[in-house]
Structure formats: C-alpha cells, structure tokens
T-cell receptor
Framework: AQSVTQLGSHVSVSEGALVLLRCNYS??????LFWYVQYPNQGLQLLLK??????LVKGINGFEAEFKKSETSFHLTKPSAHMSDAAEYFC????????????FGIGTKLQVIP | SAVISQKPSRDICQRGTSLTIQCQVD?????MFWYRQQPGQSLTLIAT?????????ESGFVIDKFPISRPNLTFSTLTVSNMSPEDSSIYLC??????????????FGAGSRLTVL
C-alpha cells in the first residue's frame, strides 16, 4: 500500500522568496517519488523524479527535492519564487520495480505575491 | 514525450445523459490511463486501457458507469454514463512517458472539465 500527504493545500510566497512545498509518503516497499506541476487549463507536467539514485534531485525551472528516508519526506524547494511558478503542484509515489500504479497527493496551490 | 489531445476540453451536461471523452496520442503507446480530478481531491485512477483487451478498472469504478474503448495504439475514449452532479470533475487521459528510468513517468492531456446540472 502507498499514500502521499501534502501539507498545505494552499501556499503563498512573495516573489523572490523561498518556495517549500511539503510531501510525506507511505510505502511498504522502496518507492519512486515524483513532483508534477499543473498550470491553469493544462495537463500535469513532470517536474522531477526520484528513482533511488541521488537523494537530491534537480528538476526543471530551478526546482529540486530531497528524498529523506528517515523522515519519509520528499519536499519540493526553489530558492527564489517567480511569478510564473504560480500553479498547482502534485506529489506522487509508486512502488519501485517496473510499471507500477502511481498514487497522487491532493495537490498544493502555490500563489506568488508580487 | 508524447503529445496528448483531449476532446472536449469542457462541457456542461444534463443529469441522466452520457458524454464520451476522446484521447488522441501522437505516438503509439501500450497503456493509456484515465484519471478523475475532483475539486479538493487527489487525482484518482479510473482505469488502465490496453489495446486489444478489456480495460482494468480500479476499486470503486465500474465498466457500466465508465465504459472505455481502446481501438488502436493511439486512441481511447472514456464515456461517463447516466451522469449526476457528483460526476462533475476534470477527466484526464495519460500515457507512460518513458521507461528508461524504470519508473512510471506519466504524460497528461489538458483534461476535460465536465459540469453536470
């Protein structure tokens, strides 16, 4: 069984401030972890993924996430928010090893204040 | 990665009617997935559609309510039957983007936003 918990359905940051979106997972086997972003009226796009290589994963648009097994966390960060980062962000988990069902979190809407 | 086109992008439907959503992919794919995105809830997998076989439905979803067709490797349809206001949602088509990492990375269409009155 697997699940994802995203803390905070809405997060607001000022332009230029640190972005931190929290994700905790539960998985009975070693997981693969993902962050997806959804801009208004668009489909979800992959930001980054963790597949048991480096624990610090860098993605597109300056985002990165760190896999912390001891904390069962995969938080998404960006040092400096840009107006174009305003979107909904989804954390997701799947068991490792071949094709496996992906389970998504509830999503966090990021608002960037000028 | 694959480009996915979904139609319609949005629709307003009357209670008791049915609506078919189309999903077209610009390359051949083995598996296509249909998700539902309800307001304030996570994406929920409805079913997996493989070409040439019956779709596999997740718990809580049945073929009579959500019949799926998969006539070839680039196309699928999802029908939402006998709709009620509770079916108001965004329906998303997705495909596996790449498997070189061994992970199930997904590409999504823009979604079909249904409102049932």
């Amino acid at each position: 069984a697997q699940s994802v918990t995203q803390l905070g359905s809405h997060v607001s940051v000022s332009e230029g401030a640190l972005v931190l979106l929290r994700c905790n997972y539960s998985s009975s086997v070693p997981p693969y972890l993902f962050w997806y972003v959804q801009y208004p009226n668009q489909g979800l796009q992959l930001l980054l993924k963790y597949t048991s290589a480096a624990t610090l994963v860098k993605g597109i648009n300056g985002f990165e996430a760190e896999f912390k097994k001891s904390e069962t966390s995969f938080h998404l960060t960006k040092p400096s928010a840009h107006m174009s980062d305003a979107a909904e962000y989804f954390c997701a988990v799947s068991p490792s090893g071949g094709y496996q069902k992906v389970t998504f979190g509830i999503g966090t809407k990021l608002q960037v204040i000028p | 990665s694959a480009v996915i086109s979904q139609k319609p992008s949005r629709d307003i439907c009357q209670r008791g009617t049915s609506l078919t959503i189309q999903c077209q992919v610009d390359s051949q794919v083995t598996m296509m997935f249909w998700y539902r995105q309800q307001p304030g809830q996570s994406l929920t997998l409805i079913a997996t559609a493989n070409q040439g076989s019956e779709a596999t439905y997740e718990s809580g979803f049945v073929i009579d309510k959500f019949p799926i067709s998969r006539p070839n490797l680039t196309f699928s349809t999802l029908t939402v039957s006998n709709m009620s206001p509770e079916d108001s949602s965004i329906y998303l088509c997705s495909v596996e983007r790449d498997t070189d990492s061994g992970a199930n990375v997904l590409t999504f269409g823009a979604g079909s936003r249904l409102t049932v009155l």
